[in-house]
RNA sequence: GCUGGAGUAGCUCAGUCGGUAGAGCGCAUCACUCGUAAUGAUGAGGUCGGGGGUUCGAUUCCCCCCUCCAGCUCCA
């Protein structure tokens, strides 16, 4: 089709493959048609798939023979001597193989997307295109994969925040979210709970000004580090920054008083908004934005006491993600070569970190000299609907902000001694962990959780006062609940409740009005029956009370 | 930021080979008074993302910009 196109990688992946392709015009999906009829051609003729070697002198006189840069600069990295290749019918690629036998196993396949991809992923150098596709041995297995993606699209957050009216985007604040009612009762929610853990915890809550003068930011070393990510402006001819993380206010109340190992650890949370100037193109709904909430905390320590407080939040950040059932995976982080502070003082705090770890027995990734600047870390990944990771939880270790404040204490040798600062968050950040939660329950948000907790509905407008006393009784009982007093028809009211993903919905009809009670459908459940109204409150009360998920609903 | 794609009513989308647009849902009004996922009728609602150009005439063709989508790069 397109003699003239480069082929440069293309290996497999988690549910199929792509291959980067340099083509000119490049390739787009109206090209999809025609090479999905060639692949169906060379899997009918199931060719073999043959084994060859080449040596890398004559694997590199092929491809300069063949004018492909791209497969030329692979072979000259490749350490081996001998360079493996796979061909079938006329076609020869490098491959370290095997992965098939021959065309012919492949059953069912479909190409998914194309887009631009940096060669060998560095900004500097061409663009290819990447073809997207999957493959699978039955056309029933690939069906399958094609219904989970589109139950993913149905998860998507972006498209229940309009839904279910939680949040909005707009032209004039690219990424910058707008919540709306339904969404800040969640946010609110969260951080109620959140409130609660941390009290329970013996953190203490501080709030530090969103805009400060460049020159703490020049002290910290964001001006020097994260200048770019940064928003200016000035005021009475001083230049200010809107700071794109908490510490160095942090840093800034510690600094007020004077403190003693007595009082350590010291725990000090802080719900901070940031701001971070990030490229157009990493925008993506909740999970990247421009503004966001940290439910940061920086806990002042001894270093002796780094290893317990860091068991102390595994065990925090892992009875919050129970609460909403949330699987996650954990990665630990250690020097990176651009760093500060002492080789000893890494190894204390890797220790530390690798320690606790162990002392939970949980598994973990291990990322070399991946961690911060100043210390390493441990983060926590959780996965959204179409299994890409988001980081929400970690929990840093730092060196340097403790050194560039001055930062002591008086230890019980009179003497003033260094603090170490750990920097942790649980949800991470709020936006995003709340699109986490929303693709999690695909919308249908536990009680404790929904916007709107129960929907009262009469069968007709003879029992709208009826509907509009269960209503307040249950206002009263504190319940986030509406009547639905349209002339629908209840059918349809209850379409629309369950659209909205309300838990309940409280059909009452005359049979209710004359007992006194409700008849009470379930989102999920269906329809549970008539109870008094008194046995409906405390059943939803104690459901909110735990925290309880949909499926722990029956227990009640 | 880069490559490719898209932007038409509140939402989801159709349409116009250049003569200023249509459906379903939603909304409003009226009728219906209904027992666990859609009762019917009528009506309102759009400077076709923004700016410039070509043209007698642009939502449609061309250029620039904005926003969104997929991926890449980035992500203390």
Redesign the pocket.
């Known amino acids: 089709m397109r003699p003239e196109a480069k082929l440069a990688i293309g290996p497999p992946i988690e549910d199929g493959f792509y291959y980067d392709i340099d083509a000119d015009p490049?390739l787009?999906?109206e090209d999809f048609a025609a090479i999905e009829s060639e692949m169906e051609k060379t899997v009918r003729a199931d060719y073999p798939f043959e084994r060859g070697e080449w040596s890398k002198d004559e694997a590199l006189a092929h491809y300069e023979r063949a004018g492909n840069p791209y497969k030329v600069e692979l072979i000259r990295d490749l350490d081996d001597g001998t360079i493996t290749y796979y061909r079938h019918d006329d076609f020869v690629d490098l491959c370290r193989g095997p992965h098939l036998p021959s065309t012919g196993k492949i059953k069912a396949f479909k190409l998914l997307?194309?887009?631009?991809?940096?060669w060998r992923?560095?900004?500097r150098r061409p663009?290819l295109?990447?073809i997207?596709g999957t493959a699978f041995p039955s056309q029933k297995e690939l069906d399958e994969h094609l219904r989970l993606l589109a139950e993913a699209e149905r998860r998507?957050h972006?498209?229940l925040g309009?839904?279910l009216d939680l949040f909005s985007?707009?032209?004039e604040g690219?990424?910058f979210p707008f919540f709306h009612a339904k969404g800040m009762i969640v946010l609110n929610q969260l951080m109620e709970f959140w409130r609660e853990e941390h009290r329970k915890r013996q953190y203490g809550e501080v709030r530090t000004p969103i805009i400060l003068e460049r020159k703490l930011w020049e002290q910290?070393?964001?001006w020097?580090?994260?200048k770019e990510n940064m928003y200016f402006t000035q005021i009475d001819e001083r230049d200010f920054a809107v700071k794109?993380?908490n510490?160095p206010g942090g840093m800034l109340i510690y600094k007020a008083t004077l403190h003693s190992y007595r009082d350590f650890p010291l725990r000090l949370a802080e719900v901070g908004t940031v701001h971070?100037h990030?490229?157009?193109?990493?925008?993506?709904?909740l999970f990247?934005v421009r503004v966001f909430t940290q439910d940061d905390a920086h806990i002042f320590m001894t270093p002796d006491q780094i290893q317990d407080e860091v068991i102390g939040i595994i065990d925090f950040v892992d009875a919050v993600y129970k609460v909403f059932g949330l699987e996650y995976a954990v990665e630990l982080s250690t020097r990176p070569e651009k760093s500060i502070g002492t080789d000893e003082m890494w190894d204390l705090a890797t220790s530390a970190l690798r320690n606790a770890l162990d002392t939970k027995g949980i598994a973990y990734k291990l990322n070399e000299g991946d961690g911060?600047?100043?210390g390493p870390?441990i983060d926590f990944h959780v996965r959204d609907c179409?299994k890409?990771s988001w980081?929400c939880a970690?929990i840093?270790l730092d060196f340097a902000m403790p050194e560039k404040f001055d930062l002591d204490y008086v230890g019980p040798d009179g003497n003033l001694h260094r603090p170490a600062v750990i920097h942790r968050v649980i949800y991470g950040a709020i936006e995003r962990f709340l699109a986490v939660l929303i693709e999690h329950f695909g919308g249908a948000f536990p009680t404790w959780l929904a916007p709107v907790q129960c929907v009262v509905i009469p069968?007709?407008?003879?029992q709208n006062a009826y509907a509009c006393q269960v209503r307040d009784r249950l206002f009263e009982a504190g319940l986030r609940v509406e009547a639905d007093l349209?002339?629908?028809?209840?059918?349809?009211k209850?379409?629309?409740a369950?659209?909205q993903q309300v838990p309940y919905?409280l059909?009452?009809?005359?049979?209710?009005r004359e007992s006194g009670a409700v008849?009470?459908?379930h989102?999920r459940k269906?329809?549970l029956?008539?109870m008094p109204l008194d046995a409906f409150v405390s059943r939803i009360q104690e459901e909110i009370a735990l925290k309880a998920l949909d499926d722990a609903v029956e227990a009640l």
């Open positions: 490049p787009t999906e997307s194309v887009a631009g991809a940096y992923g560095d900004e663009m295109q990447r997207y998507d972006r498209k309009k839904q985007f707009h032209p690219p990424g910290s070393g964001h020097d580090h994260y794109p993380m510490c971070r990030e490229k157009s193109g990493v925008l993506h709904g990247r911060a600047f100043y870390k179409l890409r980081q970690t840093q069968i007709s407008d003879g349209s002339d629908d028809t209840m059918k349809y209850i379409r629309a369950q659209t919905m059909v009452v009809g005359d049979r209710e008849s009470v459908r989102r269906g329809d029956g008539a």
